[in-house]
C-alpha cells in the first residue's frame, strides 16, 4: 500500500493507483476528457494535471496517467495547474466553439480562445481517441486517426463507411463531446454513414441491439434481453437465490 498527500489529505491506496484515482477515493474533482473508466488510459487532452513535489522537486504530470508512490505531494487546484487547464481548454475552445461541455469547462477556469483555427477546421472532435479505444478494446477497431495536426480526424479506412462496423455505437456513448452521430428511427440505427436493423428485447420489446453486434459477442438472437431487463432478470434470480 502506498500513502501520498493530496490537498492536504493523506490517502493510502494500492500500489499501481493512479494519482486521478486516489484523488476521487478523496472526492477531489479533477477534470478531465480523454479520460474513461471503462478504457484503457491514454494522456492525450492534458487536462487532468496536477502539480506534484517528489524529491523536492514540483512539477505538471497527467494524473490520468502517473502513478502514486510513497510521501508524494499533490495538489490540482495550483495557479500553475489552472493556467495549464486554461491553455488547454483556450485551444479546445478554438476548435469546439459549439461544444457546451467544452464551454462550461472554460468559463470555470477562465479560459478564451486564442482564434488560431480558419473556421473550416472547426468541429466537436477533440481527438481524445475515446471513440477508438472503445472500438479497438470493445469492438472491431473498424475506426482509426487519419492526417496529422489539426486535420487529424477520426475515419473509417481510405473515409469510407467501415466495412467491419457492427453498429453498436460504443464509440458514441463514449464521445464527451457529441461528435459521433447517431441515428435511431423505425427500428433502424445509422452510425458512419451505415444503416442496421435493431432487434428487439424479448422481454420489453425495445429495439436495443443490432444482428452484427450480436454475432460478434457470440450471442444468440432466440432469446435476446436489453441491459435493463437482463439487471432486472438477474436481481430477480438472486433474491429467489436467497430466499
Not at 487536462?47 to 494524473?63: N, P
Not at 495549464?84 to 477556469?109: H, K, M, N, Q, T
Request: proline share 5%; charged share 30%.
Amino acid at each position: 500500500m502506498i500513502t501520498l498527500i493530496i490537498n492536504g489529505l493523506k490517502v493510502t491506496v494500492p500500489e499501481g493507483t493512479t494519482i486521478l484515482e486516489a484523488a476521487r477515493r478523496l472526492d477531489v474533482e479533477i477534470p478531465t476528457l480523454c479520460h474513461h473508466e471503462g478504457l484503457s488510459p491514454q494522456g492525450s487532452c492534458r487536462l487532468c494535471m496536477v502539480e506534484i513535489e517528489q524529491r523536492g522537486r514540483r512539477r505538471l504530470v497527467a494524473s490520468c496517467m502517473f502513478p502514486v508512490a510513497e510521501g508524494l505531494v499533490v495538489e490540482t487546484e495550483t495557479e500553475t495547474v489552472a493556467g495549464a487547464r486554461r491553455f488547454v481548454l483556450g485551444l479546445l475552445r478554438d476548435r469546439c466553439p459549439r461544444s457546451e461541455e467544452i464551454a462550461a469547462l472554460a468559463a470555470r477556469y477562465g479560459a478564451k480562445p486564442f482564434g488560431r483555427l480558419p473556421l473550416g477546421e472547426r468541429d466537436l472532435c477533440i481527438h481524445c481517441d475515446r471513440c477508438v479505444r472503445a472500438c479497438e478494446e470493445e469492438a472491431t477497431g473498424c475506426i482509426a486517426f487519419s492526417f496529422r495536426g489539426w486535420a487529424r480526424r477520426v475515419e473509417g479506412p481510405f473515409g469510407e463507411a467501415p466495412a467491419d462496423c457492427i453498429g453498436c455505437g460504443a464509440c458514441a456513448q463514449v464521445c464527451p463531446t457529441g461528435f459521433i452521430a447517431v441515428e435511431e428511427e423505425g427500428g433502424m440505427r445509422k452510425i458512419w454513414g451505415k444503416s442496421f436493423e435493431l432487434l428487439r428485447c424479448s422481454a420489453c420489446g425495445k429495439p436495443f441491439a443490432t444482428r452484427e453486434e450480436l454475432v460478434f459477442q457470440g450471442l444468440d438472437e432466440g432469446d435476446l434481453l436489453c441491459d435493463r431487463c437482463r439487471k432486472r432478470e438477474f436481481a430477480a434470480s438472486f433474491t429467489r437465490g436467497v430466499r
